[in-house]
């Protein structure tokens, strides 16, 4: 039976999938320890399907291990789709997928719509992720910008500039010393769809609002926050990665990505240091690891609950994409970052207390 994969649009070359899990990738999952949550590697004979949709940043973790899966169960169709986060818990919730990658927690109202519909879920982290913040590779403007800049430079107050210059008021009045060029500004990012808009907006764009406090800048509940309309919004990264590279007339340009998209395509984009206001850092695999990076996250899968009693090819793919080894492989061709031992353990323990 064959499986169905829609990759995300990684640049050419960047995505390396694991060939050699067909059998070091099966070897790796297998664990002495239960004790620690460590799985076996998956059983040949499985048959049936699975449905995973939702984040286009933890879309090519969840497509490295279904190829180390399918290596060795290849009677299991599984669909891996990326439309974003929202959009996967959207049909998660509705009872359509077996799996929603995701790279924000799910909200109240999304988990609402879940028990409403009956849907009981397993929450799982699996890897960490820096949301880098990114202009052209050519650049050479600024190297770090405080969330007093971005808020001025694409937050909901930032509506009709086309020059960095235009937020230097802005930024300014919000306690920032970053002198911005006078050089036009050119915005490239993820949609409302995304979890990486989610977490960038709840990060660092809500907690500047709701200090100024102006109704027009919150929610109709004056609890949350946006960006700008006016920016170049996608649900592909890659899209995101081409309209930040710029052009030799435009490379005065912004954008946010999740880290592997940027360490993937570093001869066009680069990554600018955050300061949170502990000092500019930038995101690095140690600073994403150690939080120290200030956008750093979890990513996550949810798991239907009834559906992992129910088909035994779907627990069986969990069991393998937590299983011992698995997700360190996969991290070497998809630059994301590893959870603690802790917290792999603390994820298997919940799989497996299901």
Do not use: H
């Not at 028990?115 to 913040?133: F, W």
């Not at 592997?260 to 949170?276: M, Q, R, T, W």
């Not at 994301?336 to 802790?342: E, G, H, K, M, P």
């Amino acid at each position: 039976m064959s499986q169905t994969t829609r990759r995300p649009a990684f640049a050419a070359g960047s995505l390396i999938l694991l060939a050699t899990m067909a059998t070091g990738g099966a070897a790796l999952a297998q664990s002495p320890d239960a004790s620690m949550g460590a799985m076996t590697s998956p059983q040949a004979g499985l048959n049936g399907s699975i449905t995973i949709s939702g984040s286009s940043t933890v879309q090519p973790i969840t497509t490295a291990v279904q190829e180390g899966f399918n290596a060795a169960s290849p009677g299991v169709a599984i669909t891996v789709d990326g439309p974003g986060t929202g959009d996967g818990f959207a049909l998660f919730c509705a009872g359509e997928l077996d799996i929603a990658d995701a790279s924000r927690a799910i909200k109240d109202s999304e988990a609402e719509t879940c028990g409403t519909n009956g849907v009981e879920y397993i929450e799982l982290k699996v890897a960490l992720d820096g949301l880098s913040v990114i202009t052209s590779a050519a650049d050479t403007a600024l190297t770090c910008l405080t969330f007093a800049d971005i808020y001025a430079l694409v937050g909901p107050e930032s509506t009709g500039f086309a020059n960095w210059s235009d937020a230097q008021a802005l930024t300014t009045e919000l306690g920032s010393t970053t002198v911005l060029p006078d050089a036009p500004l050119t915005v490239t990012g993820p949609g409302e769809e995304s979890g990486t808009y989610d977490f960038f907006v709840e990060k660092v764009i809500t907690p500047i609002a709701l200090e100024r406090g102006k109704p027009e800048i919150l929610d109709e509940d004056g609890k949350a926050s946006f960006t700008r309309p006016d920016y170049q919004a996608s649900a592909n990264d890659l899209t995101i990665v081409e309209g930040v590279t710029g052009t030799a007339d435009n490379t005065t340009t912004l954008g946010w990505v999740g880290f592997a998209f940027v360490e993937e395509n570093l001869s066009a984009i680069k990554p600018l240091a955050v300061d949170g206001g502990k000092g500019c850092v930038a995101p690095s695999y140690d600073t994403i690891s150690d939080g120290t990076y200030p956008i750093s996250r979890p990513l996550f899968i949810y798991v239907n609950k009834a559906n992992a009693a129910a088909k035994p090819e779907l627990a069986a793919f969990v069991d393998y994409y937590l299983g011992e080894g698995v997700i360190d492989s996969v991290l070497q061709t998809v630059p994301y970052v590893a959870l603690s031992t802790d917290d792999l353990d603390a994820a298997r323990a919940t799989w497996a207390a299901r």
